[in-house]
T-cell receptor
Framework: DVKVTQSSRYLVKRTGEKVFLECVQD?????MFWYRQDPGLGLRLIYF???????EKGDIPEGYSVSREKKERFSLILESASTNQTSMYLC??????????????FGPGTRLTVL | SQQGEEDPQALSIQEGENATMNCSYK?????LQWYRQNSGRGLVHLIL?????REKHSGRLRVTLDTSKKSSSLLITASRAADTDSYFC???????????FGAGTRLFVKA
């Protein structure tokens, strides 16, 4: 059974802290994605990666960075957390090729609150 | 920028009725997908329809795609209380690499 796991379901951090969100997939997928989800706005793509050490900016990359040192792991980093980064963060993975050509498998999400 | 936009934003029906959700988009697409999400958790893929397809079925789900109108619909027949969830359409642009999600339709099926 395919699986995408995220390191935390709930996380509370303080403004200015550096925050790491981890995502691991066991499907040997090339593509991995980080989204944030806010009410009324749907999912917005922050970053995606199509291979180890490769990354591309999504629609809202400001204030975030990513790391993909191993194929199965994709990390999202908030360099200096701010209150407007309070959100649900979803990780996903998919087979290679044009990203939208294949279904994406999602993790359960991390609800981050920045105080 | 948001590509797919679902309509209605919320839908409440009785068990056994059919539920229809619509999705409109602005630019040419490679394919369109529908996902469901329960209680703010991760999304689960339902169905993918390619730009050269007009209709697709999967169990009680029927998806249509009209590229001339840049719209798609998801029909759930004989709905059940367990179908209560949020439903999202997601589009992949021709030549693009990203999948863009709409804001979703919240479906509530009353038992």
């Amino acid at each position: 059974d395919v699986k995408v796991t995220q390191s935390s379901r709930y996380l509370v951090k303080r403004t200015g802290e550096k925050v790491f969100l981890e995502c691991v997939q066991d499907m040997d997928h090339e593509n991995m994605f980080w989204y944030r989800q806010d009410p009324g706005l749907g999912l917005r793509l922050i970053y995606f990666s199509y291979d180890v050490k490769m990354k591309e900016k999504g629609d809202i990359p400001e204030g975030y960075s990513v790391s993909r040192e191993k194929k199965e792991r994709f990390s999202l980093i908030l360099e200096s957390a701010s209150t407007n980064q309070t959100s649900m963060y979803l990780c996903a993975s998919s087979l290679s090729g044009i990203a939208g050509a294949f279904e994406q498998f999602f993790g359960p999400g991390t609800r981050l609150t920045v105080l | 920028s948001q590509q797919g936009e679902e309509d209605p934003q919320a839908l409440s029906i009785q068990e056994g009725e059919n539920a229809t959700m619509n999705c409109s988009y602005k630019t040419s697409i490679n394919n369109l997908q529908w996902y469901r999400q329960n209680s703010g958790r991760g999304l689960v893929h339902l169905i993918l329809i390619r730009s050269n397809e007009r209709e697709k079925h999967s169990g009680r789900l029927r998806v249509t795609l009209d590229t001339s109108k840049k719209s798609s619909s998801l029909l759930i027949t004989a709905s059940r209380a367990a179908d209560t969830d949020s439903y999202f359409c997601a589009t992949s642009n021709t030549g693009g690499f990203k999948t863009i999600f709409g804001a979703g339709t919240r479906l509530f099926v009353k038992a």
